[in-house]
Protein backbone atom coordinates (compact mmCIF):
# COMPACT_ATOMS: atom_id res chain seq x y z
CA UNK A 1 0.00 0.00 0.00
CA UNK A 2 1.08 3.31 -0.71
CA UNK A 3 0.94 5.32 2.45
CA UNK A 4 1.54 8.67 1.07
CA UNK A 5 -0.69 11.73 0.24
CA UNK A 6 -0.29 12.70 -3.46
CA UNK A 7 -1.37 15.78 -4.83
CA UNK A 8 -3.81 15.16 -7.83
CA UNK A 9 -5.36 18.86 -8.63
CA UNK A 10 -5.74 22.95 -7.42
CA UNK A 11 -8.57 22.81 -5.15
CA UNK A 12 -10.10 25.58 -7.16
CA UNK A 13 -9.41 23.80 -10.45
CA UNK A 14 -12.70 21.25 -9.10
CA UNK A 15 -15.63 23.28 -10.23
CA UNK A 16 -18.06 20.36 -10.14
CA UNK A 17 -16.61 17.23 -11.30
CA UNK A 18 -12.91 16.50 -12.47
CA UNK A 19 -11.49 13.61 -14.40
CA UNK A 20 -7.64 13.20 -12.83
CA UNK A 21 -5.29 10.53 -12.96
CA UNK A 22 -2.45 9.33 -10.67
CA UNK A 23 -0.67 6.30 -10.06
CA UNK A 24 -1.94 5.26 -13.10
CA UNK A 25 -5.73 5.42 -12.36
CA UNK A 26 -8.65 7.27 -13.24
CA UNK A 27 -10.04 9.37 -10.74
CA UNK A 28 -13.20 11.75 -10.37
CA UNK A 29 -12.79 14.64 -8.03
CA UNK A 30 -16.32 15.81 -6.95
CA UNK A 31 -16.59 19.09 -5.10
CA UNK A 32 -19.84 18.11 -3.02
CA UNK A 33 -21.09 21.46 -1.46
CA UNK A 34 -17.39 22.71 -1.12
CA UNK A 35 -15.94 19.01 0.22
CA UNK A 36 -13.91 17.62 -2.08
CA UNK A 37 -14.22 13.92 -3.00
CA UNK A 38 -12.58 11.24 -4.60
CA UNK A 39 -13.90 8.27 -6.25
CA UNK A 40 -12.52 5.75 -9.05
CA UNK A 41 -13.58 6.59 -12.65
CA UNK A 42 -15.29 3.93 -13.72
CA UNK A 43 -18.51 2.82 -13.40
CA UNK A 44 -18.94 -0.52 -12.32
CA UNK A 45 -21.66 -1.54 -14.54
CA UNK A 46 -19.87 -1.35 -18.14
CA UNK A 47 -17.25 0.65 -17.33
CA UNK A 48 -17.61 4.59 -18.74
CA UNK A 49 -16.15 7.35 -17.45
CA UNK A 50 -18.02 9.00 -15.22
CA UNK A 51 -16.28 12.07 -15.12
CA UNK A 52 -18.17 11.85 -18.49
CA UNK A 53 -21.72 12.06 -16.94
CA UNK A 54 -23.16 14.86 -14.71
CA UNK A 55 -24.79 16.00 -11.29
CA UNK A 56 -28.31 15.92 -10.96
CA UNK A 57 -30.25 16.52 -7.52
CA UNK A 58 -26.73 16.25 -5.57
CA UNK A 59 -25.66 12.41 -7.22
CA UNK A 60 -23.31 11.37 -9.88
CA UNK A 61 -25.27 10.08 -13.11
CA UNK A 62 -23.43 7.75 -15.75
CA UNK A 63 -23.31 8.84 -19.08
CA UNK A 64 -23.95 5.60 -20.61
CA UNK A 65 -27.14 3.92 -19.25
CA UNK A 66 -27.86 6.52 -16.27
CA UNK A 67 -26.61 4.42 -13.22
CA UNK A 68 -26.85 7.40 -10.12
CA UNK A 69 -24.81 7.30 -7.49
CA UNK A 70 -24.69 9.38 -4.39
CA UNK A 71 -21.48 11.16 -2.09
CA UNK A 72 -21.01 8.16 -0.22
CA UNK A 73 -20.45 6.53 -3.73
CA UNK A 74 -23.26 4.19 -3.47
CA UNK A 75 -25.28 3.21 -6.22
CA UNK A 76 -28.90 4.77 -5.93
CA UNK A 77 -30.85 3.90 -9.00
CA UNK A 78 -29.80 1.04 -11.85
CA UNK A 79 -33.38 3.40 -14.57
CA UNK A 80 -33.55 0.21 -16.24
CA UNK A 81 -34.74 -1.59 -13.00
CA UNK A 82 -36.45 1.29 -11.92
CA UNK A 83 -34.58 0.72 -8.26
CA UNK A 84 -31.34 0.48 -6.86
CA UNK A 85 -29.19 -2.72 -6.33
CA UNK A 86 -26.24 -2.86 -3.69
CA UNK A 87 -23.14 -1.34 -5.07
CA UNK A 88 -20.49 1.14 -3.86
CA UNK A 89 -17.73 2.95 -5.92
CA UNK A 90 -14.51 2.61 -4.58
CA UNK A 91 -14.19 6.04 -2.61
CA UNK A 92 -10.45 7.23 -1.79
CA UNK A 93 -9.70 9.79 1.41
CA UNK A 94 -9.11 13.26 0.25
CA UNK A 95 -7.07 16.18 1.86
CA UNK A 96 -7.17 19.88 1.39
CA UNK A 97 -3.98 21.93 1.90
CA UNK A 98 -1.38 23.98 0.50
CA UNK A 99 -4.74 24.93 -2.04
CA UNK A 100 -4.17 21.50 -3.44
CA UNK A 101 -6.02 18.41 -3.84
CA UNK A 102 -4.52 15.49 -1.87
CA UNK A 103 -5.90 12.03 -2.32
CA UNK A 104 -4.21 8.72 -0.56
CA UNK A 105 -5.50 5.03 -1.15
CA UNK A 106 -4.45 3.82 2.39
CA UNK A 107 -5.72 4.43 5.80
CA UNK A 108 -2.08 4.63 7.42
CA UNK A 109 -0.81 7.91 6.08
CA UNK A 110 2.25 9.50 6.77
CA UNK A 111 1.24 13.18 7.78
CA UNK A 112 0.65 15.82 5.16
CA UNK A 113 4.25 17.95 5.22
CA UNK A 114 4.21 21.46 7.34
CA UNK A 115 5.28 24.59 5.69
CA UNK A 116 5.58 27.46 7.91
CA UNK A 117 5.41 30.11 5.34
CA UNK A 118 1.98 29.56 4.38
CA UNK A 119 0.64 30.37 7.68
CA UNK A 120 2.33 33.70 7.93
CA UNK A 121 1.38 37.38 7.21
CA UNK A 122 4.44 38.68 5.90
CA UNK A 123 5.19 36.12 3.18
CA UNK A 124 3.79 36.98 -0.20
CA UNK A 125 2.25 33.53 -1.74
CA UNK A 126 2.81 32.85 -5.82
CA UNK A 127 1.02 29.61 -7.51
CA UNK A 128 2.90 28.34 -9.97
CA UNK A 129 1.62 25.44 -12.27
CA UNK A 130 0.25 23.04 -12.80
CA UNK A 131 3.09 22.56 -14.93
CA UNK A 132 2.83 18.75 -16.78
CA UNK A 133 6.32 16.89 -17.73
CA UNK A 134 5.95 13.84 -19.90
CA UNK A 135 8.85 12.72 -17.54
CA UNK A 136 9.43 9.75 -14.64
CA UNK A 137 7.90 11.67 -11.26
CA UNK A 138 11.21 10.60 -9.27
CA UNK A 139 13.46 12.31 -12.02
CA UNK A 140 11.46 15.42 -11.65
CA UNK A 141 11.43 14.85 -7.65
CA UNK A 142 15.54 14.73 -8.19
CA UNK A 143 15.85 17.53 -11.00
CA UNK A 144 13.72 19.82 -8.42
CA UNK A 145 16.34 18.93 -5.78
CA UNK A 146 19.43 19.53 -7.69
CA UNK A 147 21.85 22.70 -8.19
CA UNK A 148 24.81 20.98 -9.87
CA UNK A 149 22.37 21.31 -13.15
CA UNK A 150 21.80 25.44 -12.74
CA UNK A 151 25.05 26.43 -14.68
CA UNK A 152 24.10 24.11 -17.30
CA UNK A 153 20.21 23.82 -17.69
CA UNK A 154 19.60 27.21 -16.26
CA UNK A 155 22.95 29.14 -17.40
CA UNK A 156 22.89 32.89 -16.37
CA UNK A 157 19.72 32.19 -14.40
CA UNK A 158 20.26 30.25 -11.34
CA UNK A 159 24.18 29.58 -12.29
CA UNK A 160 27.11 30.07 -14.42
CA UNK A 161 29.31 27.54 -16.19
CA UNK A 162 32.12 29.45 -14.59
CA UNK A 163 31.20 28.26 -11.26
CA UNK A 164 29.95 24.70 -11.47
CA UNK A 165 31.76 23.58 -8.29
CA UNK A 166 29.50 22.48 -5.79
CA UNK A 167 31.44 22.44 -2.16
CA UNK A 168 30.42 19.72 0.00
CA UNK A 169 26.88 20.05 2.02
CA UNK A 170 25.31 18.24 5.05
CA UNK A 171 22.60 15.95 4.52
CA UNK A 172 20.76 14.39 7.60
CA UNK A 173 17.35 12.73 7.88
CA UNK A 174 15.01 13.90 11.04
CA UNK A 175 12.81 12.19 13.18
CA UNK A 176 9.48 12.52 10.93
CA UNK A 177 11.70 10.55 8.41
CA UNK A 178 12.34 14.08 6.25
CA UNK A 179 15.66 14.44 4.58
CA UNK A 180 17.16 17.98 5.20
CA UNK A 181 20.28 19.23 3.11
CA UNK A 182 22.05 22.63 4.43
CA UNK A 183 24.52 24.99 3.18
CA UNK A 184 24.47 23.82 -0.41
CA UNK A 185 26.43 26.50 -2.06
CA UNK A 186 25.48 27.53 -5.42
CA UNK A 187 26.89 30.99 -7.43
CA UNK A 188 24.09 32.90 -8.72
CA UNK A 189 25.25 35.20 -11.80
CA UNK A 190 22.42 38.16 -10.99
CA UNK A 191 20.97 37.38 -8.18
CA UNK A 192 18.56 40.63 -7.46
CA UNK A 193 19.43 42.30 -10.50
CA UNK A 194 22.62 44.33 -9.52
CA UNK A 195 24.50 41.82 -11.23
CA UNK A 196 26.86 41.09 -8.51
CA UNK A 197 27.26 37.29 -8.98
CA UNK A 198 27.89 35.67 -5.22
CA UNK A 199 27.35 32.83 -3.51
CA UNK A 200 23.79 31.33 -2.19
CA UNK A 201 23.15 29.12 0.76
CA UNK A 202 20.56 26.54 -0.25
CA UNK A 203 18.01 24.82 2.29
CA UNK A 204 16.22 21.49 0.59
CA UNK A 205 14.12 19.49 2.36
CA UNK A 206 12.70 16.03 0.96
CA UNK A 207 9.45 16.30 2.52
CA UNK A 208 7.90 12.98 1.35
CA UNK A 209 8.27 11.20 -1.94
CA UNK A 210 6.53 13.43 -3.27
CA UNK A 211 6.91 16.76 -2.68
CA UNK A 212 9.95 18.80 -1.87
CA UNK A 213 10.66 22.08 -0.20
CA UNK A 214 13.66 24.81 -0.46
CA UNK A 215 14.48 27.81 0.96
CA UNK A 216 17.38 30.15 0.14
CA UNK A 217 18.03 33.62 2.15
CA UNK A 218 20.19 36.65 1.81
CA UNK A 219 20.24 39.16 4.73
CA UNK A 220 16.79 38.34 6.05
CA UNK A 221 14.98 38.09 2.40
CA UNK A 222 13.80 34.79 2.27
CA UNK A 223 12.68 33.17 -1.18
CA UNK A 224 11.19 29.45 -0.52
CA UNK A 225 9.36 26.78 -2.57
CA UNK A 226 7.19 24.30 -2.18
CA UNK A 227 6.41 21.04 -4.88
CA UNK A 228 4.31 19.04 -4.73
CA UNK A 229 4.55 16.01 -7.72
CA UNK A 230 1.34 14.06 -8.77
CA UNK A 231 3.09 10.96 -10.20
CA UNK A 232 0.08 10.50 -12.98
CA UNK A 233 1.96 7.31 -14.47
CA UNK A 234 6.24 6.23 -15.22
CA UNK A 235 6.21 8.63 -18.20
CA UNK A 236 3.96 11.81 -17.09
CA UNK A 237 3.78 14.37 -13.94
CA UNK A 238 2.30 16.94 -13.02
CA UNK A 239 3.90 19.54 -10.46
CA UNK A 240 1.73 22.11 -8.22
CA UNK A 241 4.08 24.77 -6.83
CA UNK A 242 4.04 27.53 -4.43
CA UNK A 243 6.53 30.51 -4.21
CA UNK A 244 7.22 32.42 -0.99
CA UNK A 245 8.26 35.74 -0.70
CA UNK A 246 8.87 37.91 2.58
CA UNK A 247 10.27 40.89 0.40
CA UNK A 248 9.41 42.16 -3.15
CA UNK A 249 5.96 42.92 -2.62
CA UNK A 250 5.35 45.25 -5.27
CA UNK A 251 6.92 43.07 -7.66
CA UNK A 252 3.65 42.02 -10.42
CA UNK A 253 3.38 38.44 -9.14
CA UNK A 254 3.02 37.67 -13.18
CA UNK A 255 6.46 38.40 -13.53
CA UNK A 256 7.85 36.04 -10.76
CA UNK A 257 5.37 33.35 -12.27
CA UNK A 258 6.67 33.62 -15.80
CA UNK A 259 10.63 33.88 -14.96
CA UNK A 260 9.17 29.99 -12.85
CA UNK A 261 7.65 28.71 -15.95
CA UNK A 262 10.46 29.71 -17.63
CA UNK A 263 12.54 27.47 -15.46
CA UNK A 264 11.07 24.59 -15.84
CA UNK A 265 10.50 25.01 -19.48
CA UNK A 266 14.26 24.51 -19.46
CA UNK A 267 14.06 21.49 -17.14
CA UNK A 268 11.70 19.98 -19.27
CA UNK A 269 13.60 19.24 -22.38
CA UNK A 270 16.34 17.54 -20.33
CA UNK A 271 13.62 15.60 -18.22
CA UNK A 272 12.00 14.16 -21.23
CA UNK A 273 14.98 12.97 -22.47
CA UNK A 274 15.85 10.80 -19.39
CA UNK A 275 15.18 6.87 -19.07
CA UNK A 276 11.37 6.48 -17.55
CA UNK A 277 12.74 4.51 -14.73
CA UNK A 278 13.97 5.48 -11.72
CA UNK A 279 17.11 2.81 -9.73
CA UNK A 280 16.76 2.26 -6.35
CA UNK A 281 20.04 0.66 -7.00
CA UNK A 282 22.80 2.89 -7.08
CA UNK A 283 25.25 1.18 -8.72
CA UNK A 284 22.60 1.56 -11.97
CA UNK A 285 23.77 5.16 -12.25
CA UNK A 286 27.16 7.26 -11.16
CA UNK A 287 27.05 9.31 -8.79
CA UNK A 288 29.11 12.20 -6.89
CA UNK A 289 29.55 14.33 -3.41
CA UNK A 290 27.38 16.66 -5.05
CA UNK A 291 24.31 14.34 -5.36
CA UNK A 292 24.94 13.45 -1.79
CA UNK A 293 20.91 14.26 -2.21
CA UNK A 294 19.54 12.32 -4.42
CA UNK A 295 21.25 9.32 -3.27
CA UNK A 296 19.22 9.92 0.26
CA UNK A 297 16.23 10.59 -1.33
CA UNK A 298 16.82 7.24 -3.19
CA UNK A 299 16.97 5.32 -0.01
CA UNK A 300 13.96 7.45 1.38
CA UNK A 301 12.40 5.60 -1.78
CA UNK A 302 13.38 2.20 -1.06
CA UNK A 303 12.41 2.43 2.55
CA UNK A 304 9.01 3.76 1.96
CA UNK A 305 7.83 2.71 -1.29
CA UNK A 306 10.09 0.14 -2.69
CA UNK A 307 9.73 -1.12 -6.34
CA UNK A 308 7.06 -0.12 -8.10
CA UNK A 309 6.76 -1.06 -11.86
CA UNK A 310 3.92 1.06 -12.40
CA UNK A 311 5.98 4.29 -11.66
CA UNK A 312 9.29 3.17 -13.27
CA UNK A 313 10.79 2.40 -9.85
CA UNK A 314 12.96 -0.59 -10.36
CA UNK A 315 16.13 -2.13 -8.79
S1 LIG B 1 -21.69 1.97 -17.87
FE1 LIG B 1 -22.38 3.29 -16.36
S2 LIG B 1 -24.48 2.97 -16.36
FE2 LIG B 1 -23.77 1.55 -17.81
FE1 LIG C 1 16.17 22.93 -12.98
Redesign the pocket.
Known sequence: MLNEWIPVSFSDQVKSILSVTTLSRDIILWNYAGRILAFNDLCPHRSAKLSLGKVIDGEIECPYHGWRFDHNGELVLVPSLGKKINVKLTKYNTLEKYGIVWISISHELHEIPFVSEWEKEDFRKIRCGPYVINANPFRVME??M?VS??PF??SNY?GDPKFPQIPEYEVEKNYRGEIIAKNILVWQPNPDGTTNGRFFNYTYKVLTPFVLYFKKEDKGNVFSMLFAVNPVSKDKSIVYAWIFMNYAHQVDPESIRKFEDE??N??KKVLESQPKEYYLDLRKEISVKADKLSIFYRRMLRERLGVMPELGLTE
Open positions: NLDHFVHLIIQD
